[in-house]
């Protein structure tokens, strides 16, 4: 791949064999009319700006980039930095890719949004940018995830958006994502959907990246300025695939930079218990794209494990799994096990409480930074922080509250 | 190929309109499909669509959702609906089945292999809901390999050049969807569908049926006035839904044979519309 002139999707939403608009044929004028609205709205000086401006003072943005010291120290070899997304209003990086949505949504005029969400952030970042602007606000969300993100749902309603638990398929995120595209495609005239990460049918994937994309664009200037060069390599968790596309995609063409994506293994990958749908999963058809799919040997998508909700997803957005392909970016997997010491670990090392997704980043970064010399550089994308999960670790810990 | 198109020659030459009840294969048995399929022929049936359950059936709405989720947990797959077609083709070499379905389980069989497969079961024509044209021309292409017919989706939503799109790679029927919604939604408009059709005929001489949100023998009749087909199946999948297995097959028919004499007495009325041009 010539690295240098990356330019996907193409105009069609296609990264190689993946992404493209596989919906039926009542979706495809909304899709249509998104896609022109997006590229009218890119190349609004006006839109951009205000895009900047909410990141900037509502957001908080640049988030900082912070030298993890004592866990590099105490890990023995490569020099870690944290691109700090969990300082982020709401706690995630979900937040500039919901700004950029909602901004969208009122420039096309509609007036209700409505989102999928699984751990609850993004839909609490869709919830906070809806009653910022005034719109009305649907979060969907499978029956088994209400059940376990309690505090997320309460968020939720506290800023006025309605929940409505999913109890078709496997109750989970997934199956929000369907009963989401289903209440659009019902409600398409005054509705925008904003999806959390870079799947469904083109334009999302390109156009959530795309809002992302800040957190990569912000860290290679960050990383010149701090460390005078970039990092070895980058790190990011993948469940969908946003928080890592953000950060990877300003480094595609940046050389010597290694591009490291981490899936969710669960109880371990020959368990069938986990979440990795590119490293085992098959390329197949789901959710408006095609892209590489966890599913049984009859094409039925099936359900997948992770002790962080955020990862719990049986697909990928499609430019990764082009990535993949290509050779550019590596997908490696950490377990729940794993993950759940990388958590403690920061909490003891550096008083930063990381987000069970995140944890996944970290666990890979106690791996790899042993095997290199202690002048080498990775920057980690830490795209959230661990309130949300407290409950769930000190379960983990045999702790009740 | 021929099938499907033979039968429109047929019910053209009648001054009749053909009916298109859809169940969802194996549901809520495995075991009750075929006797299903033979009912529904009995009934008045010219066309069966007939579903494969999917795990994520994005564009159905809770009726078709149950079923789906029903024929799966007896552990229905697409290898399954295809032996389904080759026992009902004992008895029935006429009826022309539609597979109606999601794009998945096809390329996980492989698409070359599913289509000589169901060609082989004596399938005849096959609509991926997630496929739109854009996306559905190698299939279309493989498919028309095969002698199968692929049938694609048209909205009220989409625009003349779509129309043309589809026109280009559509055989047997264009599947016009009636309304903006999943399957199962509210009852339709049929001033509103009766507007739309005739820019759908300017740009394509394959019969057009038309579905979604047809719930009994009045609304049948309606659209069998202005539309080459009918397609009917939230309201059977409820009837099966609501009977004991003993007693689906006798309710089924009672429904579909309903909606058929609604539809014939239209057609009478009217002396029958064509659809070639
Ligand atoms: C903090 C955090 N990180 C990562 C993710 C995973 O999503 P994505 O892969 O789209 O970044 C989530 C999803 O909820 C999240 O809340």
Request: glycine share 10%; aromatic share 6%; hydrophobic share 40%.
């Amino acid at each position: 791949m010539a690295e240098h002139d990356y330019d996907l999707p193409d105009a069609r939403g296609h990264f190689g064999p993946y992404g493209g608009v596989f919906v039926a044929e009542t979706l495809i004028a909304a899709l249509d009319e998104l896609r022109e609205a997006y590229a009218a709205a890119q190349r609004d000086p006006q839109f951009v700006a205000e895009f900047a401006y909410e990141l900037k003072h509502y957001v908080g943005r640049p988030s900082p980039i912070y030298h993890a010291r004592h866990w590099s120290d105490a890990l023995g070899g490569a020099q870690i930095y944290l691109k700090r997304e969990d300082l982020n209003h709401t706690g995630a990086h979900k937040i500039n890719n919901c700004i950029g949505q909602a901004l969208l949504a009122r420039r096309m005029g509609k007036p209700r949004v409505i989102a999928e969400t699984g751990a609850g952030q993004h839909g609490v970042a869709t919830a906070t940018v809806a009653a910022r602007y005034g719109m009305q606000c649907i979060v969907y969300m499978g029956a088994e995830d209400i059940q376990r993100q309690a505090a997320n749902v309460y968020r939720m309603k506290l800023l006025g958006a309605s929940v409505v638990p999913v109890e078709s398929g496997s109750r989970t995120l997934k199956d929000a994502l369907n009963e989401a595209m289903r209440d659009w495609v019902t409600n398409v005239s005054d509705t925008f959907y904003i999806i959390g990460t870079v799947a469904g049918p083109h334009p999302y994937p390109m156009m959530v990246r795309d809002f992302q994309s800040i957190i990569g664009r912000e860290s290679i200037a960050q990383m010149q300025e701090q460390c005078g060069r970039q990092p070895d390599a980058v790190i990011a968790c993948v469940g969908g695939g946003s928080n890592a596309m953000g950060i990877f995609h300003p480094y595609i063409p940046v050389a010597g930079v290694r591009l490291i994506g981490v899936e969710a293994a669960g109880d371990g990958i020959a368990t069938g218990r986990h979440a990795a749908s590119l490293t085992a999963g098959r390329p197949g058809v789901l959710h408006g794209n095609r892209t590489y799919l966890l599913q049984d040997e009859n094409g039925q998508i099936t359900e997948t494990h992770s002790i962080s909700a955020g990862l719990d997803y049986p697909g990928v957005g499609p430019e990764h799994a082009w990535l993949k392909d290509s050779g550019r970016a590596e997908y490696v997997t950490v377990s729940d096990a794993e993950a759940l010491q990388a958590f403690h670990d920061l909490c003891r090392r550096e008083d930063i409480i990381p987000a069970l997704e995140s944890s996944h980043a970290l666990a890979y970064a106690t791996r790899l930074a042993p095997t290199l010399a202690k002048d080498q550089i990775l920057l980690i994308n830490f795209s959230g922080r661990g309130d949300k999960d407290m409950h769930t670790v000190a379960e983990k810990s045999g702790i009740t509250f | 190929m021929a099938k499907i198109q033979a039968v429109f020659e047929r019910l053209q030459a009648q001054g009749r309109k053909a009916l298109i009840p859809f169940i969802t294969a194996g549901d809520p048995d495995p075991a009750l499909t075929v006797p299903l399929l033979h009912t529904l022929v009995r009934a008045g049936a010219d066309i069966i669509e007939l579903g494969v359950p999917f795990s994520d059936p994005m564009a159905d709405g809770p009726t078709i959702q149950r079923a789906s989720e029903r024929a799966l947990a007896k552990g229905v797959s697409l290898r399954q609906v295809l032996e389904l077609v080759a026992s009902f083709r004992i008895d029935d070499q006429h009826t022309p089945i539609v597979l109606m379905g999601y794009a998945n389980p096809i390329e996980a069989m492989g698409v070359d292999a599913f289509a000589a497969a169901a060609d082989r079961s004596g399938v005849d024509g096959v609509l991926v809901v997630d496929y739109p044209p854009e996306e559905g021309i190698e299939f279309a292409q493989i498919l028309h390999q095969y002698g199968l017919d692929p049938i694609f989706l048209l909205a009220p939503t989409s625009s003349d050049q779509r129309i043309s799109q589809v026109a280009a790679l559509a055989s047997g029927y264009i599947y016009y969807v009636s309304l903006k919604g999943v399957t199962g939604s509210a009852s339709l408009d049929v001033a509103a569908v009766a507007a739309r059709i005739p820019e759908i005929r300017t740009r394509t001489g394959v019969p057009v049926g038309v579905g979604f949100g047809i719930r009994d023998a009045a609304t049948a009749a309606a659209v069998a006035e202005i539309a080459d087909a009918v397609v009917i199946g939230s309201r059977i999948i409820e009837e099966i839904e609501q009977s004991s297995a003993d007693q689906a097959c006798t309710r089924v028919f009672a429904l579909l044979a309903d909606i058929r004499r609604g539809m014939d007495a239209a057609t009478n009325r009217q002396g029958g519309t064509t659809w070639v041009r």
